[in-house]
């Protein structure tokens, strides 16, 4: 019998996915669980496990092209009485799962197989420009084996991989059928070069893609890129927030030498080598205690209720650039959290954000975000308020330079804070406040004790 399968709400009442690359073709045969496609939400890239386990019959849609929720996606050709399809009824519409990691019981034990697929399946047809924003390497272009297998990898060695132009499938014909992990991905590319050809052999490997170029090779004097994806959702979000809520913006240039003190004492503290205190941790653990003098800071502004909602708690959202577009993943009660935990965490949220795996739950809501310009060598800006938020910080790089100190020159390390807030729900003494205290526990990291 066929059975259909419809794009489920991947999270947040999310409308609308895009098809980044399907992993499957028609006639191939899939395993319960099997990754069927990558898609991307607003949010994040999200891998599609298999409902059923049978043959494909049909793809309802081409890699790059939109599909609602609820919409129909992939047919299947599954053991049963009937080869045609069925009307669905109501009910079961109604129980179609809405989250990945739907599906009915396994039938058999262990781990489900990976099936071969045919390598000429992938459409003649294919946009780069989506192939390039998926964390696995893919380019149909490549053209190894007539049956190949994706080989088996985290999202972050795919992600290494593709940065050196290496197939993951010539990877795995040499380590064999295991998780290939990032020293294979550097023991292959040092023997080849890094550079898509054999040192010895001169065998030919996948294309490296080549990067984009002001001029492009066909002489053309415009390039058009399709808006699509987190950056179009990114863009909406903004333009609405800019129009929306009064911006204004302060800024205070503060001596962290003290911070950058301390953090040099902790690093060489043995007990804590397993983690990687920086600047942004602190910046991070001073907003969550400015936060508490200064709940303006931490609300939101609700329109339809006619009603300011102050959050006793802080989701501390941390804004990433992606090959995607920039997202801002959340430390959920931060508050709650040590100076080593929010380290930990701040860690953990950009190898995910890099990955491209940044779950819909991680990006979504937040109180109050910090943007580290710094790490561009950028000193201040003026960052835009993530809608549903009041205020955002941009932190600035850590720059040595003579300076103002106990009443002489001195060469001392300093930094420029950025805060942008709503004026709806903070005036400028508020946003002033909370900039200095920030500031006073950058400058003297002892003053965290008397805040609370």
């Known amino acids: ?66 599909v609602a929720v609820g919409a129909a996606l992939i047919d299947f050709e599954v053991v049963g009485e009937e080869t045609t399809p069925e009307p669905i009824p109501e009910a079961a519409e109604k129980a179609q799962p809405n989250l990945v990691g739907y599906g009915a019981a396994p039938t058999s034990a ?112 415009e390039t058009r890129i399709p808006i699509r994806g987190v950056r179009k959702h990114t863009a909406a979000a903004m333009v609405q927030s800019a129009f929306t809520a009064p911006h204004v913006t302060v800024f205070h240039t503060v001596d962290v030498t003290a911070t950058m003190d301390l953090l040099a004492s902790l690093r060489d503290d043995r007990s804590l080598s397993e983690h990687r205190i920086g600047p942004l941790a602190v910046v991070a653990k001073a907003v969550c205690l400015g ?86 060598g950028v000193d201040a800006g003026t960052p835009i308020l993530p809608p549903g938020q009041s205020g955002i910080l941009a932190v600035g790089a850590v720059r040595r330079q003579p300076w103002e100190f106990r009443g002489e020159i001195a060469l001392r390390q300093v930094m420029t804070l950025s805060l942008s807030f709503d004026h709806r729900l903070v005036d400028g003494a508020e946003g002033a406040r909370f900039l200095k205290d920030v500031a006073d526990i950058l400058e003297e990291p002892g003053r965290a004790m008397l805040l609370r």
């Open 110 to 221: 262990g781990r489900p197989a990976r099936r071969a697929r045919r390598a000429g399946a992938t459409p003649a047809m294919v946009d780069t420009a989506v192939l390039e924003a998926a964390p696995h390497d893919a380019s149909p272009s490549a053209a190894v084996e007539p049956v190949v297998e994706r080989p088996r990898s985290t999202p972050p060695v795919r992600a290494h991989a593709k940065r050196l132009g290496i197939d993951l499938v010539l990877v795995a014909a040499e380590v064999g059928d295991r998780l290939i992990t990032r020293a294979d991905v550097d023991a292959y590319a040092e023997r080849v070069g890094a550079r898509g050809v054999e040192s010895d052999d001169a065998r030919a490997v996948a294309p490296v893609v080549p990067p984009r170029s002001a001029t492009p090779s066909n002489g053309a004097r």
């Open 291 to 376: 936060l508490g003098r200064t709940p303006g800071l931490n609300s939101r502004w609700d329109e339809a209720a006619g009603e300011i909602v102050q959050h006793h708690y802080v989701d501390l959202g941390i804004a990433a650039a992606t090959d995607r577009g920039l997202i801002v993943p959340m430390i959920r009660d931060a508050e709650q959290l040590t100076l080593i935990e929010l380290a930990d965490a701040v860690r953990n949220l950009a190898e995910v954000a890099r990955s491209g795996k940044t779950s819909p739950a991680e990006l979504a809501g937040g109180t109050f975000s910090i943007s580290n310009i710094g790490v561009f």
């Open 1 to 66: 019998m066929i059975a259909e399968f419809r794009l489920p709400d991947l999270g947040e009442g999310l409308a609308e996915a895009e098809v980044v690359q399907w992993l499957v073709a028609p006639g191939d045969s899939v395993a319960l669980n099997q990754t069927l496609a990558e898609v991307e939400t607003a949010k994040a890239v999200v891998e599609l496990p298999s409902p059923y386990e049978g043959t494909v019959a049909t793809l309802h849609a081409e890699a790059g092209e939109t």
